[in-house]
């Protein structure tokens, strides 16, 4: 199964 | 005071098009530096960044005496930029804590000043810190052939394998009804640099992404003659459109990822 992934979850909050 | 003196409105145009659909509320982020936008998209699962440097040659003037945020619905600005000549030089100005941002177009003979006002918007909108890093491959190719590519694949399935090797970059999309293969050779060769494929690998990475995404973002494709993806396995693609004489225009897509 391929999920599609969240932008936020691979860039820390700034 | 914010005032920035773009000499050519077309560019303005280009990008606030290739953004609209996707984005349609944004900040503008204004300083001594130039003007920066980052924003997700409603599902959150792609960004864009868009860097205007103040020092480039594209703004005739550039004056920003305190940081301000200008938020702005795109759809908006795209209508007001509608009404500016391709060739008009284009004036954007705030005050210090603005409520409105001014447009001013300039014709090229002289001969036809406009000037609209829109209200500027509050949107709350969380800046992700985009980290500098080394990426696995580098494409670089033609914008227009990656826009033939995106559309061509998206008959067929809703995600673009790709899949980046030392002699160039495979795209497959699978779908129910067929499949479809784009081979895309490195070539270093042919006379014009924007015409050229190349790829700088330091490991092989095959990702998975929407190709929704991807044929949205190749609405930028106008803005520059060459496009650059980055990638490294697990993270997001970076597609990098150029701006000549201002900076550049980056959309970040999250991958597809087998859970």
Do not use: W
Request: hydrophobic letters at 35%; glycine letters at 4%.
């Amino acid at each position: 199964m391929i999920g599609q992934q969240k932008i936020y979850s691979f860039f820390r909050v700034a | 005071m914010f005032e920035a003196k773009m000499l050519q409105s077309s560019v303005l145009k280009k990008i606030i098009e290739s953004l609209k659909d996707l984005f349609s509320d944004a900040n503008f982020d204004c300083s001594s530096s130039g003007i920066t936008l980052q924003d997700m998209d409603s599902s959150h699962v792609a960004l864009c960044y868009l860097k205007l440097r103040s020092d480039e040659e594209g703004f005739e003037d550039y004056r920003c005496d305190r940081n301000i945020t200008l938020g702005v619905n795109l759809v908006l600005m795209s209508k007001i930029l509608k009404c500016a000549g391709n060739d008009d030089v284009i004036t954007l100005r705030a005050e210090d804590e603005p409520n409105i941002l001014t447009f001013i177009f300039d014709s090229k003979n002289g001969e036809r000043v406009s000037k609209y006002d829109i209200k500027l918007m509050e949107i709350d909108s969380e800046l992700l810190g985009i980290p500098d890093t080394e990426y696995s491959c580098v494409v670089k190719m033609p914008s227009h052939e990656f826009q033939r590519i995106c559309s061509n694949l998206s008959q067929l399935g809703d995600s673009v394998t790709v899949d980046c090797h030392k002699e160039g970059v495979d795209f497959k999309v699978a779908g129910e009804q067929g499949s479809g293969a784009i081979k895309l050779k490195q070539n270093t060769t042919v006379d014009k640099e924007e015409d050229q494929v190349s790829v700088e690998l330091n490991e092989a990475v095959t990702q998975s992404f929407a190709l929704k995404f991807l044929c949205a973002f190749t609405k930028a494709t106008s803005l520059s003659d060459t496009v650059s993806l980055s990638l490294t396995q697990d993270t997001p693609i970076v597609v990098e459109y150029p701006i000549a004489q201002h900076g550049y225009l980056r959309f970040y897509l999250a991958p597809k990822i087998e859970e």
